[in-house]
């Protein structure tokens, strides 16, 4: 079984800064998916970035982007110049080859005026 | 537009009384999940279903029941059996094979309260 760690449960940031939220996973498959979710006010679950665990170039998404150390088993979300409405909980998520999603426990992010 | 529909937003039950919970999706997927969300906290999977007519429990399927007797649907049953129900449920689709090009669609939740 996979388990994926967040170890900040709050963050805040002021705007147009820069914040990384953290996460690390453990498992024995060598091949998965990493992927950031964001949940706003409304619970909604919206993608943010996605990583294949093979490509060893970090995903970039406009201002988001991933450090992806998978010897580490680390895959920190960065967002740059943050904005009023990435105010959110933000959740790391695993995904093996059957396609089964395992969620960390979320990072709630405040960006601060 | 295609997507997911959880319904209703809300959900108000007494203790003891069994409820299910709706999911439609039109965007012919063949997989569908439910999972389970307590406040601050992550989601939880509860039951998922590959293809119609199969589906397996997750890590927390005690309490629930779920059918996939058509492809668009997935109507998750909570029974009395479960200890503590009242929580924010969410419904997923994705198409079958590899999802990293088509991740998880998610509904927009139906937040249950049993009292």
């Known amino acids: 079984a996979q388990t994926v760690t967040q170890s900040q449960p709050e963050m805040s940031v002021q705007e147009a800064e820069t914040v990384t939220l953290s996460c690390t996973y453990d498992t024995s498959e060598s091949n998965y998916y990493l992927f950031w979710y964001k949940q706003p006010p409304s619970r909604q679950m919206i993608l943010v970035i996605r990583?294949?665990?093979?490509?060893?170039q970090n995903a970039t998404e406009n201002r988001f982007s991933v450090n992806f150390q998978k010897a580490a088993k680390s895959f920190s979300l960065k967002i740059s110049d943050s904005q009023l409405g990435d105010t959110a909980m933000y959740f790391c998520?695993?995904?093996?080859?059957?396609?089964?999603?395992?969620f960390g426990g979320g990072t709630r992010l405040m960006v601060k005026p | 537009d295609g997507g997911i529909t959880q319904s209703p937003k809300y959900l108000f039950r007494k203790e003891g009384q069994n409820v299910t919970l709706s999911c439609e999706q039109n965007l012919n997927h063949d997989a569908m999940y439910w999972y389970r969300q307590d406040p601050g906290q992550g989601l939880r999977l509860i039951y998922y279903s590959q293809i119609v007519n199969d589906f397996q429990k997750g890590d927390i399927a005690e309490g629930y029941s779920v059918s996939r007797e058509k492809k668009e649907s997935f109507p998750l049953t909570v029974t009395s059996a479960q200890k503590n129900p009242t929580a924010f449920y969410l419904c997923?689709?994705?198409?079958?094979?590899?999802?990293?090009?088509?991740?998880?669609?998610f509904g927009n939740g139906t937040r249950l309260t049993v009292t």
């Open positions: 997923a689709s994705s198409p079958s094979g590899s999802s990293y090009n088509s991740p998880l669609h």
């Open positions: 998520a695993f995904m093996n080859l059957l396609n089964m999603l395992t």
């Open positions: 990583q294949e665990a093979y490509k060893q």
